[in-house]
């Protein structure tokens, strides 16, 4: 064959050598078999002198018996860190015993190399609050002779707390264990003393650069093997409308932009009508076409569309982080649930009647003016779902600050985008509503609130319980031809170069390593 050539054949082994490089990487961050693990080190272990009994500099949280104060001579302080070191968070009934019992127990030295214990505390980061209320749980952090009994800690991968512990006298490192049980995994010995913040072992600089390079060879040995020039790989001419999500409108027009430069002939147009019209209008479509005629319509969804349509197919994009916003004249910077639940049961009229933790000393003689998404939005639908946990009440209002309606308890009113959403939140003291948070970063005259104390962090997800976050779908009729533009499209948006966009916009790509995780949970 014409194309059997030196060259060719050194490009294409240099493909097939980094796609097994990459396949090898990825099995052993993500596929391979994972364990519940449970690290401890030994990271200080001194003797502690009677003249530096009351330099304790650290910050407590947790504190049982008397540490560093009034040290006898020959006492030895010694800090040990237990550490998530797996794969899978370790929950509360990962421990194997019974709630009543510890879950851990520390020893220093046995028989006759016991050395008593006189005090420990433990030290828990900024921001793990949970980890510092196990270790209050009953029965709580003890003592009991040369031991140091730990309670039941849930701890996401990655957590860790740390236990500095008074003896009464010397012990060396290998004297010192941990007794306990993991279920489904195990507890093991750290040697290491690398600092808190260690990589893991596929970093996800060294993930991308693998994931780049592979990508960039193989496209070398697709442009070399060839016998013409042909589009670059994957591109397909026609036309295509993407319609749907309003909230993800913004990025799908710059990823249409980014596509049209890559692929000439292909022309994208993006007319955004909310998640249900969507999906509705792309049913209709399909329909009409008949059953072997695959419409060039793509639909997005924030969540899951509409049920009823059995044709047609769903595709995972991204996970999109959404927020609350408030005008700048209500200085609220965080919410609970619960208060949020109130404001949209119309329970409170004014700011300053708002009650509840973590308020503003004094709120502001404001009326509450909800400005919400119309029944069409699936941002509307994601925040009844995650947030409020039953539907929107009735919209009062057409103007978003006056009520219409005299039996309505608040002002409600229902715009059709999420620019419309920002720009009256903006406009009218005293007005909330929710949006996409990717968008909320340009707007001015308003700003996010968190939810239950919790910031939405894209970083964070995974971690963080942040409940105002959904999946985006993408729908198509059937499954479009693979030589399609829809079907292009969707690759290039889901999992080829539109990542990018969807990345730097403020999503999560499902086919990322961690995307693919937080999407398969659903």
């Not at 012990?171 to 010995?189: L, N, P």
């Not at 539907?391 to 409600?412: G, L």
Request: negative net charge; glycine residues 10%.
């Amino acid at each position: 064959m014409e194309w059997i050539t030196a060259e060719n054949v050194v490009a294409v082994a240099t493909a097939l050598a980094g796609v097994l490089v990459s396949v090898v990487a990825i099995w052993l961050d993500r596929l391979r078999p994972q364990r519940k693990r449970l690290g401890y080190r030994v990271q200080l272990n001194t003797p502690l002198h009677k003249e530096d009994a009351d330099q304790d500099g650290g910050v407590t949280t947790v504190r049982a018996g008397e540490v560093l104060g009034n040290a006898a001579a020959g006492a030895t302080v010694v800090l040990l860190r237990i550490e998530n070191d797996g794969d899978l968070d370790i929950t509360h009934g990962d421990y194997g015993t019974t709630p009543t019992e510890p879950a851990l127990r520390l020893t220093f030295g046995k028989g006759e190399t016991a050395v008593p214990v006189g005090g420990v505390v433990a030290t828990v980061p900024q921001g793990w609050e949970s980890i510092r209320d196990d270790l209050k749980r009953a029965p709580e952090l003890g003592l009991a002779g040369n031991a140091v009994l730990v309670p039941r800690v849930a701890l996401g991968t990655g957590q860790y707390f740390k236990l500095l512990v008074q003896l009464a006298g010397p012990v060396t490192d290998a004297k010192i264990e941990v007794d306990g049980h993991i279920v489904g995994g195990s507890i093991r010995r750290n040697h290491s003393t690398t600092p808190d913040d260690q990589a893991g072992r596929f970093s996800p600089a060294a993930r991308t650069v693998t994931v780049v390079l592979t990508a960039c060879v193989v496209a070398l040995a697709a442009l070399v093997v060839r016998e013409q020039n042909p589009p670059p790989i994957g591109c397909a001419r026609g036309s295509l409308t993407v319609t749907g999500s309003t909230a993800f409108a913004p990025i799908v027009r710059e990823v249409a932009k980014a596509y049209e430069k890559d692929c000439a002939g292909a022309t994208v147009t993006v007319d955004a009508d909310g998640s249900t019209s969507g999906v509705r209008d792309l049913a209709e479509a399909g329909a009409r076409g008949g059953a072997e005629d695959s419409p060039a319509v793509l639909a997005l969804s924030d969540g899951h569309g509409p049920a009823g349509y059995p044709r047609l197919r769903e595709h995972m994009v991204a996970v999109s982080l959404f927020t609350v916003v408030a005008h700048d004249a209500v200085p609220v910077e965080s919410l609970t649930l619960e208060q949020i639940r109130a404001l949209y049961r119309g329970d409170v009229t004014r700011w300053n009647q708002l009650e509840g933790p973590g308020l503003p000393a004094h709120l502001p003689d404001l009326p509450v003016l909800l400005v919400s998404r119309d029944a069409n939005s699936g941002t509307r639908e994601v925040f009844q779902r995650r947030v409020l946990g039953r539907n929107e009440p009735a919209h009062s209002s057409r103007d978003c600050a006056t009520v219409d309606d005299p039996e309505a308890e608040v002002v409600r009113c229902e715009l059709d985008s999420t620019a419309q959403v920002l720009a009256t939140v903006a406009r009218l003291p005293g007005a909330i509503g929710y949006a996409e948070l990717g968008a909320v970063a340009a707007a001015k005259g308003l700003h996010p609130v968190d939810l239950d104390g919790r910031a939405p962090v894209l970083e964070e997800l995974g971690a963080s319980p942040y409940p105002y976050r959904e999946i985006e779908y993408a729908y198509t009729w059937g499954d479009p031809p693979a030589d399609s533009l829809t079907a292009s499209f969707l690759a290039y948006l889901a999992r080829g170069r539109g990542q990018d966009v969807v990345r730097a916009r403020g999503h999560l790509p499902c086919a990322t390593p961690k995307g693919l995780r937080i999407c398969g949970e659903g």
